[in-house]
């Protein structure tokens, strides 16, 4: 007759278990802390920059004297370009602010590891953090192509490097590739 393991041992395995996911719980609750101040602040910044840019008077790129025959943009399209950047980044830093308040609440820590087990909560986890990926790069994009209105080589070129870059938020986000901090990675690193 084969004899159970020692309860000794058993409970020692369970407590190390049990603070190994705590801190777990705690290293990813202090990334996401850092990870939404950082779009808070970027998109905070982009929002007034660009605030005060669709209030002021906006040069018209058509006056331009070595734009004439080159323009993409007019002043209205212009506008409405960075208008639109405006909106992203003021809902980029909506949804971190939010998110903020929803996910780092001193209750929803506690439950974090019974949280993280739930789908819907890794769900909702999951869609906020593609959109926080995914709406800045979208609002630098938008501001590239106001610039290509006034120096089409350098609104080009930042247009490319944005949408690149937003081609790797969205690659990191769904997880297409598993490099970096992916948001499949993420899950499966805190709910294991």
């Known amino acids: 007759m084969a004899k159970d393991a020692n309860p000794d041992e058993t409970e020692l395995a369970t407590s190390q278990s049990f603070i190994e996911s705590k ?61 639109l950047g405006w909106c992203v980044f003021t809902i980029a830093v909506g949804i971190a602010i939010f998110a903020k308040i929803l996910f780092i609440d001193p209750i929803a ?51 490319g490097c944005s949408g690149l870059a937003g081609l790797l938020a969205l690659v990191m986000s769904v997880g297409i590739l598993d490099i970096g901090p992916s948001i499949p990675r993420l899950l499966r690193d805190i709910s294991e």
């Open 23 to 83: 801190m777990r719980e705690q290293a990813f609750i202090e990334w996401l802390k850092g990870y939404l101040d950082t779009i808070a602040l970027i998109a905070g910044l982009g929002s007034s920059i660009t605030f005060s840019i669709i209030v002021a008077e906006i040069v018209d790129p058509a006056t331009l004297g070595s734009m004439k025959s080159g323009v993409v943009f007019d002043l209205d399209q212009v506008r409405l370009i960075i208008s």
């Open 109 to 159: 820590q506690r439950n974090l590891e019974k949280n993280m087990k739930s789908s819907f909560f890794q769900y909702q986890l999951g869609v906020v953090l593609f959109l926080l990926n995914m709406l800045p790069t979208l609002a630098f994009t938008l501001i590239s192509l106001a610039v290509t209105a006034y120096v089409p080589v350098v609104g080009w070129l930042a247009t």
